[in-house]
């Protein structure tokens, strides 16, 4: 579809600052503007709107309503934009949606940033406390001038008061484990600390079956080690038996990691590296990453650095070497 017939959009929620200042420098009217953005940024109240675009109910990402054809344009163009955005079909009025990992929220945090003062982090403290952001950033227009080191502190403050502090060792949350296709597996855990941004779970498993990719019978008594780095595109899981032996370890590779009140959040890759305790270690479920990029789900940038950071991971386990996740930041 060429730029001169990419349809009109009319923008509301969260994104719609970020969005409203970057898809018309990318062929796109934006019309029906809300007051406030209106305001902003000189866009018309008025107008024929082809496509309605708006927030998830959870805020990860948008909703797109209109026709079939003219969301889909749209959805795609959203994926070409940003780095790890995923387009999915919908059903019913929003025929397509696109759902924004840490990545997408981060060049649309800059793209908030070049018109309107933004908080880093904006679009992700939006989903956790969006009043308290809405006032810090009026804190912020009303200052003369751009103040970087006051934005990176209020940041901090909002980050600590509605996330860090509420991620108390002993208190039961989930990682929200997003498949390409829509899919969310919440993985309950116990908090057992959280130390700048590096958040260790406990997990216990019930007895039969097995354990993926690695094979071994789960047991009575076996538990789970889980560590996740803030912003880190890799989370470790150690799987142990009562005695503290190791059964084995399966690195994940994701879209950063985002911290939540209720856990942590990222996109699953589909592929991981593990290592067993007869030392073999291998990239497993390279297929499943394929089928994710052949369905249109991720890009073949971002499979293509999935599987860097999996070869990565590879060698660095096959030598012996520590894996520190903040290599992987």
């Known amino acids: 579809m060429s730029m001169a017939t990419r349809p009109s959009l009319r923008i509301r929620g969260i994104y719609a600052t970020a969005f409203s200042a970057l898809l018309p420098t990318h062929g796109f ?56 955005a995923v387009p999915r079909e919908g059903r019913g009025p929003a025929h397509w949606e696109v759902e924004f990992p840490s990545g997408s929220k981060g060049a649309l945090d800059q793209a908030r940033a070049a018109v309107w003062p933004t908080l880093p982090g904006h679009h992700w403290l939006k989903i956790i406390a969006g009043q308290a952001v809405d006032h810090a950033e009026q804190s912020l227009a009303a200052l003369d001038a751009a103040q970087p080191e006051r ?25 929200e484990h997003v498949k390409p296709d829509g899919r969310e597996l919440k993985l309950p855990g116990q908090v057992v600390s959280l130390e700048r941004g590096r958040l260790r779970l406990w997990r216990s498993f019930r007895p039969g079956g097995t354990y993926d990719t690695l094979g071994a019978p789960k047991l009575a008594g076996d538990y789970g ?38 856990g942590v959040r990222y996109l699953d890759l589909e592929v991981d590296v593990g290592r067993w305790v007869n030392g073999r270690v291998e990239i497993v479920d390279q297929r499943e990453l394929h089928d994710a990029v052949q369905a249109g789900y991720v890009s ?21 070497a520590e894996v520190r996740l903040t290599d992987w930041v």
């Open 29 to 84: 009217d934006v019309v029906q503007a809300s007051p406030v953005i209106a305001e902003r940024l000189g866009l018309p109240a008025d107008g024929v709107a082809e496509v309605r675009l708006h927030d998830r109910p959870d805020r990860q990402g948008v909703r797109l309503e209109g026709t079939r054809k003219a969301t889909a344009a749209v959805a795609h163009a959203l994926a070409e934009l940003l780095p790890d």
């Open 151 to 175: 934005s990176q502190c209020l940041s901090a403050e909002l980050s600590e008061r509605y996330v860090c502090s509420t991620l108390r060792p002993g208190r039961q949350v989930f990682a």
């Open 225 to 262: 080690e889980v560590e996740q780095l803030a912003d880190s595109w890799v989370s470790r899981r150690r799987y142990l038996r009562p005695n503290g032996s190791l059964i084995g370890e399966l690195y994940n590779i994701q879209t950063p990691t985002e911290l939540y009140p209720s």
């Open 300 to 320: 073949e940038a971002l499979a293509q650095r999935a599987l860097a950071i999996a070869e990565g991971l590879r060698a660095t386990l096959a030598r012996g």
